[in-house]
Nanobody, 123 residues
Framework: QVQLVESGGGLVQPGGSLSLSCVVS????????MGWYRQAPGKQREMVAT???????NYPDAVKGRFTVSVDKDKKTVYLQMNLLKPEDTAVYYC?????????????????WGQGTQVTVSS
C-alpha cells in the first residue's frame, strides 16, 4: 500500500520561506511525475510544481522564480522550497505522485495524493 506523508507546513510572515517534504512509502517500482498542488478556501486545487523522472520541472507563473521542487529518489522524497512567500500563497498544499508499483506482471501505474499540509502566510 502506497502512502504519501507530508510535513513542513506552518505559519510564516510575508517574504519568508518554508520547505515542504513528502515521503513516499510502499512497494515502489519507480517514481514517475511528482509534484505539489494547493487549494485555498473557496478555490479549485491548482498545480504548484511538478518534476518528471528526468528532473524536468514545471511551474505556473504565480510561483515561478520563488518555488523550487526537487526529488531524492533514494529517499523517495519530494521537496518544495518556497521563498518570498505572499499572503496569496496561503492554502493547503498536497503532494502528488505518479508511481509505478509492484513487479513483473503485477506492475501498475497510479496517481496518489498526500493528506495535505497547511501553509499560512500572514503578518
Amino acid at each position: 500500500q502506497v502512502q504519501l506523508v507530508e510535513s513542513g507546513g506552518g505559519l510564516v510572515q510575508p517574504g519568508g520561506s518554508l520547505s515542504l517534504s513528502c515521503v513516499v512509502s510502499g512497494n515502489i517500482y519507480s517514481l514517475n511525475v511528482m509534484g505539489w498542488y494547493r487549494q485555498a478556501p473557496g478555490k479549485q486545487r491548482e498545480m504548484v510544481a511538478t518534476i518528471g523522472s528526468s528532473s524536468s520541472t514545471n511551474y505556473p507563473d504565480a510561483v515561478k522564480g520563488r518555488f523550487t521542487v526537487s526529488v531524492d529518489k533514494d529517499k523517495k522524497t519530494v521537496y518544495l522550497q518556497m521563498n518570498l512567500l505572499k499572503p496569496e500563497d496561503t492554502a493547503v498544499y498536497y503532494c502528488n505522485a505518479d508511481i509505478t508499483t509492484g513487479s513483473g506482471w503485477g506492475r501498475r501505474r497510479d496517481v496518489y495524493w498526500g493528506q495535505g499540509t497547511q501553509v499560512t502566510v500572514s503578518s
